[in-house]
């Protein structure tokens, strides 16, 4: 009897602790549910932060985009008119003469800055830049991306070329040319030459930084060298006055109109950076 007492008792106690148990279970369920339910808002923030870079990605290749066609039509309209307008060739023939003129002795300097950025010479220095910057980079990416820079800008240029078809100065030299006068092909070169000399340098800055620790936030105490601070300075200010007296001499030279090197100098360094940025590994 008392055994069977006992029994019962136990069967009471066990009946009575069995909802605590499964508050217990309840409760672990709960911690898993909202375990999961943080997972998921966490998946969906880094899914919406995806998403907004992407749209925002994407939103700045269309400005960029927009901007290079916008310029190549206004070059284009620009070019169309300057051919038709009989009044703008004889002002800048003028220009032309009187270059020729006051500048005579800068004429073999003009031949040789000719045939500088021809393409048998720029051609060889394009891929001699391309090399610098794969072998500082080690990066496929930036090479093709410098090669963009040199070859888009360049076929643009021929295009509207193309398009205009603008006769070449009543020069005897400009009359030896068998080409379009508008815009001017060899100021387009340098340009493009000049923005993979200073893409060049930039990588090459880049490449001495990391070496010292210094990329991004280096103190001021431990910049570059000196030495390659003065010569970066020196090379940039050089290369970035190159494009405008390739421009003079073509115009001294005879065989290109003011207006012709002066929308080469607008055009390519806007369609230099605009494949620049497209063509950023990193985007």
Same mark, same amino acid.
């Given at each position: ?7 019962? /008792? ?30 998921? !808002? ?17 939103? +700045?290749?269309?400005?960029? /985009? ?13 070019? #169309? ?30 031949? +040789?800055?000719? %045939?500088?950025?021809?393409? /048998? /010479?720029?051609?060889?220095?394009? %891929? ?10 080690? *990066? ?25 078809? =603008?006769?070449?100065? *009543? ?9 379009? *006068? ?18 060049? #340098? ?8 990391? *070496? =010292? ?21 020196? #090379? ?5 006055? %190159? ?17 012709? !090197? ?14 620049? =940025? ?6």
């Amino acid at each position: 009897m008392a055994q069977t007492w006992r029994q019962e /008792v136990q069967e009471s106690q066990d009946i009575q602790g069995l909802p605590g148990d499964v508050a217990i279970n309840d409760v672990a369920i709960n911690d898993v549910a909202i375990d999961d339910a943080a997972i998921g !808002v966490a998946t969906g923030q880094t899914a919406v932060q995806s998403a907004t870079h992407a749209i925002s990605r994407h939103r +700045t290749s269309i400005g960029i /985009v927009s901007l290079a066609l916008a310029v190549v039509a206004l070059a284009i309209v620009e070019g #169309l008119i300057l051919r038709s307008n009989t009044a703008d060739h004889v002002a800048e023939m003028r220009l032309i003469l009187a270059a020729d003129a006051r500048w005579v002795a800068f004429v073999p300097a003009a031949h +040789t800055i000719a %045939v500088c950025f021809s393409a /048998v /010479v720029a051609v060889p220095v394009i %891929v001699v830049l391309l090399g610098v910057i794969w072998a500082v980079t080690r *990066s496929a990416g930036q090479m093709l991306r410098g090669l963009a820079m040199a070859a888009l800008p360049m076929a643009v240029v021929g295009l509207i070329k193309t398009i205009v078809d =603008r006769p070449r100065p *009543s020069t005897a030299r400009g009359a030896l040319m068998p080409d379009p *006068s508008f815009p001017s092909g060899h100021t387009a070169c340098s340009v493009v030459v000049v923005s993979l000399a200073l893409f060049a #340098l930039q990588v090459i800055d880049v490449r001495i930084k990391d *070496s =010292r620790g210094l990329a991004d936030t280096a103190p001021q105490s431990s910049r570059p060298p000196l030495i390659w601070r003065v010569l970066r300075t020196v #090379l940039t200010v050089i290369l970035a006055v %190159v494009p405008f007296v390739v421009a003079l001499s073509r115009v001294i030279y005879g065989v290109h109109y003011p207006t012709d !090197v002066c929308t080469s100098l607008v055009l390519t360094p806007v369609l230099v950076w605009c494949v620049y =940025r497209l063509c950023d590994p990193a985007r």
